[in-house]
Protein backbone atom coordinates (compact mmCIF):
# COMPACT_ATOMS: atom_id res chain seq x y z
CA UNK A 1 0.00 0.00 0.00
CA UNK A 2 2.45 1.90 0.61
CA UNK A 3 4.71 1.65 -2.52
CA UNK A 4 1.36 1.77 -4.35
CA UNK A 5 0.83 5.55 -2.67
CA UNK A 6 4.75 6.35 -3.08
CA UNK A 7 4.05 5.43 -6.86
CA UNK A 8 0.93 7.47 -7.32
CA UNK A 9 2.60 10.25 -6.18
CA UNK A 10 5.80 9.73 -8.31
CA UNK A 11 3.49 8.81 -11.42
CA UNK A 12 2.09 12.52 -10.68
CA UNK A 13 5.44 14.27 -10.66
CA UNK A 14 6.48 12.61 -13.91
CA UNK A 15 3.58 14.22 -15.75
CA UNK A 16 3.53 17.32 -14.79
CA UNK A 17 6.99 17.79 -15.25
CA UNK A 18 7.08 15.78 -18.44
CA UNK A 19 3.77 17.96 -19.51
CA UNK A 20 6.04 21.06 -18.47
CA UNK A 21 9.03 20.05 -20.46
CA UNK A 22 7.29 18.57 -23.98
CA UNK A 23 5.49 21.84 -23.95
CA UNK A 24 8.65 24.13 -23.20
CA UNK A 25 10.73 22.39 -26.07
CA UNK A 26 7.77 22.01 -28.26
CA UNK A 27 6.76 25.84 -28.45
CA UNK A 28 10.14 27.25 -28.53
CA UNK A 29 11.35 25.17 -31.43
CA UNK A 30 8.11 25.76 -32.84
CA UNK A 31 8.84 29.73 -32.27
CA UNK A 32 12.49 29.30 -33.69
CA UNK A 33 10.84 27.99 -36.74
CA UNK A 34 9.05 31.32 -37.30
CA UNK A 35 5.60 29.98 -35.84
CA UNK A 36 3.50 32.88 -34.61
CA UNK A 37 3.13 32.93 -30.79
CA UNK A 38 -0.57 33.05 -31.11
CA UNK A 39 -0.28 29.52 -32.95
CA UNK A 40 1.42 28.16 -30.46
CA UNK A 41 -0.19 28.88 -28.03
CA UNK A 42 -3.45 27.41 -29.18
CA UNK A 43 -2.04 24.37 -30.43
CA UNK A 44 1.15 23.59 -27.96
CA UNK A 45 1.09 25.10 -25.01
CA UNK A 46 -3.05 23.95 -24.75
CA UNK A 47 -2.35 20.78 -26.01
CA UNK A 48 0.50 20.28 -23.05
CA UNK A 49 -1.60 21.68 -19.92
CA UNK A 50 -4.28 19.15 -21.43
CA UNK A 51 -1.69 16.38 -21.21
CA UNK A 52 -1.68 15.08 -18.32
CA UNK A 53 -5.66 14.15 -18.67
CA UNK A 54 -4.87 12.46 -22.25
CA UNK A 55 -1.94 10.23 -20.90
CA UNK A 56 -3.99 9.03 -17.96
CA UNK A 57 -7.78 8.43 -19.94
CA UNK A 58 -5.42 6.91 -22.67
CA UNK A 59 -3.64 4.46 -20.66
CA UNK A 60 -6.63 3.89 -18.36
CA UNK A 61 -8.77 2.46 -21.47
CA UNK A 62 -5.94 0.82 -23.02
CA UNK A 63 -5.66 -1.05 -19.69
CA UNK A 64 -9.65 -1.61 -19.21
CA UNK A 65 -9.65 1.02 -16.06
CA UNK A 66 -12.58 2.63 -17.80
CA UNK A 67 -14.03 3.87 -15.16
CA UNK A 68 -10.88 6.11 -14.32
CA UNK A 69 -10.59 7.12 -18.06
CA UNK A 70 -14.06 8.18 -17.84
CA UNK A 71 -14.36 9.47 -14.22
CA UNK A 72 -10.53 11.62 -14.82
CA UNK A 73 -12.10 13.93 -17.39
CA UNK A 74 -15.77 14.15 -15.46
CA UNK A 75 -13.79 14.96 -12.19
CA UNK A 76 -11.45 17.24 -13.96
CA UNK A 77 -13.85 19.47 -15.28
CA UNK A 78 -15.81 19.80 -11.98
CA UNK A 79 -12.76 20.49 -10.13
CA UNK A 80 -11.84 23.17 -12.89
CA UNK A 81 -14.97 24.87 -12.54
CA UNK A 82 -15.84 24.45 -8.78
CA UNK A 83 -12.98 24.64 -6.87
CA UNK A 84 -10.53 26.18 -9.46
CA UNK A 85 -12.86 28.58 -10.73
CA UNK A 86 -14.29 29.03 -6.99
CA UNK A 87 -11.27 29.53 -5.62
CA UNK A 88 -9.48 32.28 -8.10
CA UNK A 89 -12.56 34.52 -7.89
CA UNK A 90 -12.55 34.35 -3.80
CA UNK A 91 -9.08 36.11 -3.73
CA UNK A 92 -9.48 37.76 -6.66
CA UNK A 93 -12.97 38.63 -8.11
CA UNK A 94 -12.63 37.44 -12.33
CA UNK A 95 -13.70 39.48 -15.49
CA UNK A 96 -15.13 37.28 -18.08
CA UNK A 97 -13.98 38.75 -21.70
CA UNK A 98 -17.47 38.97 -24.08
CA UNK A 99 -15.93 36.64 -26.63
CA UNK A 100 -15.64 33.47 -23.41
CA UNK A 101 -19.44 34.48 -22.66
CA UNK A 102 -20.51 34.30 -26.42
CA UNK A 103 -18.35 31.31 -27.17
CA UNK A 104 -16.44 29.56 -25.27
CA UNK A 105 -18.77 28.82 -22.00
CA UNK A 106 -21.79 27.68 -24.56
CA UNK A 107 -19.29 25.71 -26.25
CA UNK A 108 -18.05 24.14 -23.12
CA UNK A 109 -21.90 23.34 -22.37
CA UNK A 110 -22.76 22.07 -25.21
CA UNK A 111 -19.48 19.66 -24.92
CA UNK A 112 -20.54 18.49 -22.01
CA UNK A 113 -24.68 17.72 -22.88
CA UNK A 114 -23.11 16.01 -26.03
CA UNK A 115 -20.81 13.60 -23.98
CA UNK A 116 -23.45 12.81 -21.83
CA UNK A 117 -26.24 11.69 -25.07
CA UNK A 118 -23.43 9.79 -26.63
CA UNK A 119 -22.36 8.12 -23.19
CA UNK A 120 -25.62 7.20 -21.54
CA UNK A 121 -27.29 4.80 -24.54
CA UNK A 122 -29.41 3.09 -21.67
CA UNK A 123 -31.43 6.68 -20.96
CA UNK A 124 -31.13 8.55 -24.58
CA UNK A 125 -31.07 4.92 -26.85
CA UNK A 126 -34.16 4.01 -28.39
CA UNK A 127 -33.49 0.80 -28.90
CA UNK A 128 -33.63 -0.98 -26.11
CA UNK A 129 -29.56 -0.46 -25.05
CA UNK A 130 -28.65 -2.86 -21.99
CA UNK A 131 -24.70 -1.05 -21.38
CA UNK A 132 -23.34 2.26 -21.88
CA UNK A 133 -20.12 2.75 -23.73
CA UNK A 134 -18.76 5.53 -25.51
CA UNK A 135 -17.66 3.78 -29.24
CA UNK A 136 -15.15 3.96 -31.49
CA UNK A 137 -17.66 6.29 -34.00
CA UNK A 138 -18.66 7.98 -30.94
CA UNK A 139 -14.98 8.60 -30.37
CA UNK A 140 -14.76 10.21 -34.43
CA UNK A 141 -17.66 12.11 -33.58
CA UNK A 142 -15.86 13.74 -30.70
CA UNK A 143 -12.54 14.40 -32.41
CA UNK A 144 -15.15 16.10 -35.45
CA UNK A 145 -16.15 18.24 -32.71
CA UNK A 146 -12.42 19.14 -31.36
CA UNK A 147 -11.88 19.84 -35.28
CA UNK A 148 -14.71 22.52 -35.59
CA UNK A 149 -13.56 24.30 -32.31
CA UNK A 150 -9.96 24.36 -33.41
CA UNK A 151 -10.74 25.62 -36.72
CA UNK A 152 -13.18 28.19 -35.58
CA UNK A 153 -10.53 29.12 -32.56
CA UNK A 154 -8.04 29.67 -35.41
CA UNK A 155 -10.50 31.56 -37.52
CA UNK A 156 -11.47 33.97 -35.47
CA UNK A 157 -7.50 34.65 -34.13
CA UNK A 158 -6.61 35.46 -37.07
CA UNK A 159 -8.45 38.16 -36.77
CA UNK A 160 -7.16 39.29 -33.31
CA UNK A 161 -3.22 39.53 -33.92
CA UNK A 162 -2.79 40.98 -31.27
CA UNK A 163 -4.28 38.86 -28.76
CA UNK A 164 -3.10 39.88 -25.40
CA UNK A 165 -3.08 36.32 -24.23
CA UNK A 166 -0.08 35.33 -26.72
CA UNK A 167 3.25 34.67 -25.17
CA UNK A 168 5.25 37.77 -26.61
CA UNK A 169 7.92 37.24 -25.26
CA UNK A 170 11.91 36.81 -27.23
CA UNK A 171 12.27 33.16 -28.01
CA UNK A 172 14.81 31.11 -25.50
CA UNK A 173 18.41 30.87 -26.38
CA UNK A 174 18.30 26.87 -25.61
CA UNK A 175 20.77 24.67 -28.22
CA UNK A 176 19.08 22.14 -30.12
CA UNK A 177 19.50 19.37 -29.35
CA UNK A 178 18.26 20.26 -25.28
CA UNK A 179 15.09 21.31 -27.08
CA UNK A 180 15.05 18.02 -28.75
CA UNK A 181 16.02 15.92 -25.07
CA UNK A 182 13.09 18.17 -23.62
CA UNK A 183 10.78 16.86 -26.23
CA UNK A 184 11.92 13.29 -25.76
CA UNK A 185 11.86 12.98 -22.28
CA UNK A 186 9.04 14.94 -21.47
CA UNK A 187 7.09 12.51 -23.35
CA UNK A 188 8.77 9.87 -21.60
CA UNK A 189 7.94 11.23 -18.76
CA UNK A 190 4.51 11.43 -19.82
CA UNK A 191 3.96 8.37 -20.68
CA UNK A 192 5.96 6.24 -17.98
CA UNK A 193 4.50 8.38 -15.41
CA UNK A 194 1.00 7.97 -16.96
CA UNK A 195 1.34 4.58 -16.22
CA UNK A 196 2.80 4.30 -12.88
CA UNK A 197 -0.08 6.82 -12.17
CA UNK A 198 -3.52 4.13 -13.15
CA UNK A 199 -1.57 1.32 -11.96
CA UNK A 200 -0.88 2.52 -8.48
CA UNK A 201 -4.26 4.51 -8.57
CA UNK A 202 -6.40 1.02 -9.50
CA UNK A 203 -4.22 -0.85 -6.58
CA UNK A 204 -5.19 1.67 -3.96
CA UNK A 205 -8.79 1.38 -4.99
CA UNK A 206 -8.62 -2.00 -4.53
CA UNK A 207 -7.20 -1.94 -1.22
CA UNK A 208 -8.92 0.30 0.39
CA UNK A 209 -12.31 -1.47 -0.86
CA UNK A 210 -13.13 2.10 -3.47
CA UNK A 211 -14.58 1.65 -7.06
CA UNK A 212 -11.96 3.06 -9.30
CA UNK A 213 -14.71 5.48 -10.40
CA UNK A 214 -14.49 7.00 -6.92
CA UNK A 215 -10.41 7.30 -7.35
CA UNK A 216 -10.65 8.87 -11.18
CA UNK A 217 -13.69 11.47 -10.51
CA UNK A 218 -11.84 12.73 -7.01
CA UNK A 219 -7.59 12.00 -6.72
CA UNK A 220 -6.95 11.31 -10.34
CA UNK A 221 -8.78 14.23 -11.03
CA UNK A 222 -7.22 16.49 -9.10
CA UNK A 223 -3.89 15.45 -9.67
CA UNK A 224 -4.12 15.53 -13.40
CA UNK A 225 -5.42 19.36 -12.98
CA UNK A 226 -2.59 20.65 -11.31
CA UNK A 227 -1.54 22.13 -14.17
CA UNK A 228 -4.89 23.77 -14.58
CA UNK A 229 -4.19 24.74 -11.12
CA UNK A 230 -0.87 26.24 -11.31
CA UNK A 231 -1.59 28.52 -14.00
CA UNK A 232 -4.61 29.71 -12.57
CA UNK A 233 -3.08 30.56 -8.68
CA UNK A 234 -0.03 32.26 -10.91
CA UNK A 235 -2.94 34.37 -12.75
CA UNK A 236 -4.77 35.54 -9.74
CA UNK A 237 -1.52 35.92 -7.99
CA UNK A 238 -0.55 38.12 -10.75
CA UNK A 239 -3.77 40.20 -10.74
CA UNK A 240 -4.60 38.74 -14.03
CA UNK A 241 -7.69 36.43 -12.65
CA UNK A 242 -9.13 36.65 -15.98
CA UNK A 243 -6.85 34.49 -17.77
CA UNK A 244 -8.24 31.99 -15.29
CA UNK A 245 -11.75 31.65 -17.49
CA UNK A 246 -10.03 31.02 -20.38
CA UNK A 247 -7.52 28.71 -18.67
CA UNK A 248 -10.64 26.31 -17.05
CA UNK A 249 -12.99 26.93 -19.94
CA UNK A 250 -10.28 25.43 -22.67
CA UNK A 251 -9.57 22.55 -20.78
CA UNK A 252 -13.11 21.68 -20.61
CA UNK A 253 -13.80 21.66 -23.98
CA UNK A 254 -10.25 19.91 -24.74
CA UNK A 255 -10.75 16.77 -22.14
CA UNK A 256 -14.00 15.87 -23.72
CA UNK A 257 -13.47 16.61 -27.59
CA UNK A 258 -9.74 15.55 -27.46
CA UNK A 259 -9.08 13.46 -25.39
CA UNK A 260 -11.99 11.37 -24.95
CA UNK A 261 -11.93 11.08 -28.43
CA UNK A 262 -8.97 9.67 -28.51
CA UNK A 263 -9.49 7.62 -25.91
CA UNK A 264 -12.73 5.91 -27.02
CA UNK A 265 -11.31 6.15 -30.78
CA UNK A 266 -8.49 4.07 -29.35
CA UNK A 267 -10.98 1.78 -27.57
CA UNK A 268 -14.62 2.05 -26.74
CA UNK A 269 -14.92 3.14 -23.36
CA UNK A 270 -17.21 1.11 -21.18
CA UNK A 271 -19.10 3.51 -18.85
CA UNK A 272 -20.15 2.08 -15.55
CA UNK A 273 -19.34 3.33 -12.20
CA UNK A 274 -19.71 7.14 -13.57
CA UNK A 275 -23.69 7.85 -13.11
CA UNK A 276 -25.72 10.71 -14.49
CA UNK A 277 -25.53 12.74 -11.41
CA UNK A 278 -21.89 12.79 -11.95
CA UNK A 279 -22.67 13.87 -15.62
CA UNK A 280 -24.93 16.53 -14.17
CA UNK A 281 -23.04 17.99 -11.54
CA UNK A 282 -19.96 18.67 -15.14
CA UNK A 283 -22.98 20.40 -16.82
CA UNK A 284 -24.85 22.63 -13.64
CA UNK A 285 -21.06 23.40 -12.97
CA UNK A 286 -20.93 25.09 -16.28
CA UNK A 287 -24.38 26.42 -16.73
CA UNK A 288 -23.16 28.09 -12.70
CA UNK A 289 -20.49 29.61 -13.88
CA UNK A 290 -22.02 31.21 -17.65
CA UNK A 291 -25.35 32.22 -15.20
CA UNK A 292 -22.59 34.06 -12.56
CA UNK A 293 -20.36 35.64 -15.27
CA UNK A 294 -23.54 37.45 -17.12
CA UNK A 295 -25.28 38.20 -13.88
CA UNK A 296 -25.71 41.87 -13.19
CA UNK A 297 -24.49 42.64 -16.93
CA UNK A 298 -21.20 43.23 -15.39
CA UNK A 299 -18.83 40.11 -16.70
CA UNK A 300 -17.73 39.86 -13.34
CA UNK A 301 -17.28 36.39 -11.10
CA UNK A 302 -17.25 37.76 -7.78
CA UNK A 303 -16.02 36.33 -4.65
CA UNK A 304 -19.31 35.37 -2.99
CA UNK A 305 -20.06 33.64 -6.39
CA UNK A 306 -16.66 31.99 -6.47
CA UNK A 307 -17.46 30.92 -2.54
CA UNK A 308 -20.68 29.16 -4.15
CA UNK A 309 -19.21 27.28 -6.76
CA UNK A 310 -16.33 26.28 -4.00
CA UNK A 311 -19.39 25.20 -1.72
CA UNK A 312 -20.83 23.22 -4.80
CA UNK A 313 -17.27 21.40 -4.72
CA UNK A 314 -17.03 20.52 -1.05
CA UNK A 315 -21.17 19.37 -1.34
CA UNK A 316 -20.26 17.17 -4.10
CA UNK A 317 -17.21 15.77 -2.74
CA UNK A 318 -18.99 15.24 0.35
CA UNK A 319 -21.50 13.25 -1.20
CA UNK A 320 -18.77 10.70 -3.22
CA UNK A 321 -17.22 10.17 0.05
CA UNK A 322 -20.84 8.99 1.63
CA UNK A 323 -21.39 6.87 -1.32
CA UNK A 324 -18.51 4.92 -0.59
Known sequence: MIVDILLFLLGIVLIIVGANYLTEGASTLARRMGVSPLVVGLTIVAFGTSAPELIVSLMSALKGN???????????????????????????PIRVTQSTIRRELPLMILASLVLFFLSYDTIFSGIGATENILTRGEGMVLLGFFLIFLTYTFAI????????????????AYPLWLLILFIIGGLAALIYGGDLFVSSASSIARAL??????????????????????????????????????NIVGSNIFNI??????????????????????????????????????????RIVKRTEGAVLVLGFVAYTLYLIAQL
Do not use: C, W
Not at 69 to 92: E, K, Y
Not at 228 to 246: D, F, N, W
Open 66 to 92: ADIAMGNVIGSNIFNVLAIGGVTAVVA
Open 157 to 172: AKGSPDDPHADHAPVK
Open 209 to 246: GMSESFIGLTIVAAGTSLPELATSVVAALKKQPELAVG
Open 257 to 298: FLILGISSTVTPIRVGGVTPLDFSVMIVSGVLLYIFSVLFGD
